[in-house]
Structures are given as structure tokens and as C-alpha cells.
């Protein structure tokens, strides 16, 4: 089992650059492959991207391939996702989440185990 707390939103400005972070309770931590998924005002909660357990393996959703990058330091327990060339339509609840299984690193429902969300607003 594994507990996730995010942090590291806020507000910025259209072009800037935000941090976030994945905090993970557990010794079993690298066994777990941790994605980033994000939910608007009155939109569906969407992938952003995910990391395998090794770090080896990177999906992103084309929306933010190019402008994210998702990594993770195992010694730390810790997932991160760097966020450059904000637009105002990554505005949302950003939630990391966590699964041991085989199920599509895309699809929500393939999580067990997701924080508490961290807002990010990107101003125009």
C-alpha cells in the first residue's frame, strides 16, 4: 500500500514554469509505476502523464508532450512533474496517483491509489 501528497502549485503566469511534487509513503515505493492526471471545472478528470517504477518508461498525453516532464527519485519517494510553457488550459487539480498492476497507464480506473490534489491556475 502507498500514500501520495502533492504539493508544489500555485499561480502563474501564461509561459512560466511550476514544480510539482509527489510525496509517497512506503517501503515498496519503486514497485509502483505513479502517473499525473488533472481535472478542471466541469471536465472529467484527463492523464497527464505517467513513470514506471524504475523511472525507465515516460508516457505523456499529447497535450502536454514537449512542455511537461515527469521523473522520480526513489531514495526520496518522491514523483515530480516539471511544468514549462504554462497556457492558460492547464489550469486544473493536478492529483498524482499509483498502481502495482498491469492495467493501462492511461486509464484512471487502472489506479489504486491517489493524493488529495494540488491546484495549479495559469493566468493570461
Known amino acids: 500500500q502507498v500514500q501520495l501528497v502533492e504539493s508544489g502549485g500555485g499561480l502563474v503566469q501564461a509561459g512560466g514554469s511550476l514544480r510539482l511534487f509527489c510525496a509517497a509513503s512506503?517501503?515498496?515505493?519503486?514497485?509502483?509505476?505513479i502517473a499525473w492526471f488533472r481535472q478542471a471545472p466541469g471536465k472529467e478528470r484527463e492523464f497527464v502523464a505517467s513513470i514506471s517504477g524504475g523511472g525507465s518508461a515516460t508516457y505523456y498525453a499529447d497535450s502536454v508532450n514537449g512542455r511537461f516532464t515527469i521523473s522520480r527519485d526513489n531514495a526520496k519517494n518522491t514523483v515530480y512533474l516539471q511544468m514549462n510553457s504554462l497556457k492558460s488550459e492547464d489550469t486544473a487539480v493536478y492529483y498524482c496517483a499509483g498502481k502495482a498492476n498491469s492495467g493501462s497507464n492511461r486509464w484512471r480506473a487502472s489506479y489504486n491509489y491517489w493524493g488529495q490534489g494540488t491546484q495549479v491556475t495559469v493566468s493570461s
Open positions: 512506503g517501503r515498496t515505493f519503486s514497485s509502483y509505476t
